[in-house]
């Protein structure tokens, strides 16, 4: 989590509805289709997901009911995740635990950019 309290994927999604619907979200809580998302606006949401983090997000989740900017977040994080290999994943645990405090609060603060 940043210092705004929202998540780097949060902060993307955020980004990619104001765009879409030409307006923000006043939360991360906010219902896409209560603030004007239709099924063609969806649809282009999910490419510029797949454009932007090269997963498809599972349909029947952008479906369900309040489908908001945490719980879309929260979908392609889950779909980036499903991606990683597993050795892979553990490369990247071992690494996270030899980093500091300090370290691992710069790279969370600047969006786990190296």
Same mark, same amino acid.
């Given at each position: 989590?940043?210092? +705004?309290?929202?998540?780097?994927? #949060? $902060? $993307?999604?955020?980004?990619?509805?104001?765009?879409?619907?030409?307006?923000?979200?006043?939360?991360?809580?906010?219902?896409?289709? #209560? *603030?004007?998302?239709?099924? &063609? +606006?969806?649809? /282009?949401?999910?490419?510029?997901? #797949?454009?932007?983090?090269?997963?498809? &997000?599972?349909?029947?989740? @952008?479906? $369900? !009911?309040?489908?908001?900017?945490?719980?879309?977040?929260? $979908?392609?994080?889950?779909? *980036?995740?499903?991606?990683?290999?597993?050795?892979? *994943?553990?490369?990247?645990?071992? !690494? &996270?635990? /030899? &980093?500091? %405090? !300090?370290?691992?609060?710069? @790279?969370?603060? %600047?969006?786990?950019?190296?």
């Amino acid at each position: 989590m940043s210092k +705004t309290g929202i998540t780097p994927t #949060e $902060a $993307a999604v955020i980004r990619m509805w104001t765009d879409l619907l030409g307006k923000p979200p006043g939360s991360v809580h906010e219902d896409f289709f #209560e *603030l004007g998302g239709r099924s &063609l +606006t969806l649809v /282009q949401f999910i490419a510029r997901v #797949e454009e932007t983090y090269g997963v498809e &997000l599972p349909v029947e989740v @952008l479906f $369900a !009911e309040d489908l908001t900017v945490s719980a879309a977040a929260r $979908a392609v994080d889950e779909a *980036l995740l499903a991606g990683v290999d597993k050795t892979e *994943l553990d490369g990247l645990l071992n !690494e &996270l635990d /030899q &980093l500091s %405090d !300090e370290e691992v609060r710069r @790279l969370l603060a %600047d969006g786990g950019e190296h």
